[in-house]
Structure formats: structure tokens, C-alpha cells
């Protein structure tokens, strides 16, 4: 059995320029989409009690970095930069869905990007990474992935062929 890993993945157009009083609706209507790309269906009562929990937890959340003087920050050069404050070098190693881990919680694969302050027109090249190898083009970035993905449907057809020959032993 090979599984298809690709996904698209829908567009919020407004979640770039959300405020705080736009979470609700941008819930509302992102957890019925996750849900329905994992293959999860629920009802129409337990999908709004789960939106209602999220919701309830992002206020939660916000209303306790409000307490402690946390401010909202919004990397004006990259959207997905998690350096916080006035900055030169731009980062993101802890993204959300871009790690893989096993039982124990070991990372086996990650991914995240780095653009750097310098000089020299080079170095600032942002760098896209793949657990250890670093790609310098969207293209690159593409063919990479799409070798994992062919990969990754090897090993799914390799794990059921090992299982079912191990069933008849």
C-alpha cells in the first residue's frame, strides 16, 4: 500500500494581517480543513466544541502574554522569522508540522530556514535546511522533497511487504 504525502494546503488570506479579534473565525474555519486533511471526521457538535476549546486556549494564551508585557511581533522581512524584537539575523528552527520524531521523542527529521546579516550579498542568501543539508533555491528545496516523498512511498510499500512476509513465518 503506497500513500500519497502530498497536501495542499489551503490559504487563510486573512491570517497575515489577523488581529486578535479575527482568531474565532479564522478557527472556525482552519480546524474543520486540518481535520478533514487528517482524515478525522467528527460531528458537527464534537468539531464545535473543539473549535471552541482552541479558541478558548489562544485567548488563554494571549491574555497571559498580555499580563506579562508580551508584545505581538511580526518579523517585517520573513513571515515565518521566530526571532523576536529588533533584529538582523532571521531564524526559524522550532516551526510547527516541520519535524518528524520517533516513540521517544528523537528527532528524525526537521526542517527550517536561516538568513543571516552580513556584508557580503552571499551570506545573506536565506538557506532553507533539511535535517543536516542546506539549500540555497526554492528549486533545490522542491527536487529534495520530492525525492523524500518517492522515498517515503518505498518505505511504506517495504514495511508492507516486511510485515505481511513476517505474518507468514
Known amino acids: 500500500m503506497q500513500r500519497n504525502a502530498t497536501l495542499a494546503t489551503p490559504a487563510i488570506p486573512s491570517a497575515d494581517r489577523a488581529s486578535a479579534s479575527d482568531l474565532p473565525a479564522i478557527i472556525a474555519e482552519a480546524v474543520p480543513t486540518a481535520l478533514a486533511r487528517a482524515g478525522i471526521n467528527l460531528d458537527a457538535a464534537t468539531t464545535a466544541a473543539l473549535i471552541a476549546d482552541t479558541t478558548n486556549r489562544l485567548a488563554a ?10 508584545t505581538t511581533h511580526r518579523c517585517p522581512v520573513y513571515r515565518d522569522c521566530e526571532a523576536s524584537g529588533p533584529h538582523h539575523d532571521h531564524y526559524g528552527h522550532n516551526l510547527p508540522g516541520l519535524e518528524v520524531s520517533d516513540t521517544t521523542g528523537e528527532t528524525i527529521l526537521d526542517a527550517g530556514f536561516a538568513a543571516l546579516s552580513s556584508d557580503n550579498p552571499h551570506e545573506r542568501r ?42 507468514q513465518a
Open 126 to 167: 536565506p538557506a532553507v535546511y533539511l535535517r543536516g543539508c542546506d539549500f540555497d533555491s526554492a528549486d533545490a528545496v522542491h527536487a529534495k522533497t520530492t525525492e523524500l516523498r518517492h522515498m517515503l512511498d518505498r518505505v511504506d510499500a517495504l514495511a508492507d511487504r516486511v510485515f505481511a512476509d513476517g505474518t
Open 61 to 70: 494564551a494571549a491574555e497571559t502574554a498580555r499580563e506579562h508585557g508580551a
